[in-house]
Nanobody, 123 residues
């Protein structure tokens, strides 16, 4: 299984960025997906999740109203649209495939991870 993130980079505070994660090696439409982030010197935290159909989404509190997770099962890709970015959003962002049971908020629920992509927000 391979997950490849793209779309990261450097932006100024208040701007938007959309991350993409393309998955291969499994039947994408059978799995929920999640995005996590890891700020410098910190642990990896849940950001958002989406079920296999795309009909149900989950967000950590800081992401509600600013971030939007979506997926395109025809393209085996999950997205994370981030609006009104703040300096505290600076982190390495990871996408991951969730198993068929477990909480979207728990890292232990995830089977496979991307290598991560850097997002830097300058204030």
């Amino acid at each position: 299984v391979q997950l490849v993130e793209s779309g990261g980079g450097w932006v100024q505070a208040g701007e938007s960025l959309t991350l993409s994660c393309t998955v291969s090696g499994l039947t994408f439409g059978l799995y929920g997906m999640g995005w996590f982030r890891q700020p410098p010197g910190s642990d990896r935290f849940f950001v958002a999740g989406i079920d296999k159909s795309g009909k149900t989404t989950y967000y950590e509190n800081f992401a509600k109203g600013r971030f939007a997770i979506s997926r395109d099962n025809a393209k085996d890709t999950v997205y994370l649209k981030m609006n009104y970015l703040r300096s505290e959003d600076t982190a390495t962002y990871y996408c991951a495939v969730i198993g068929h049971s477990g909480s979207y908020w728990s890292r232990d629920s995830y089977l496979d991870w991307g290598q991560g992509i850097q997002v830097t927000v300058s204030s």
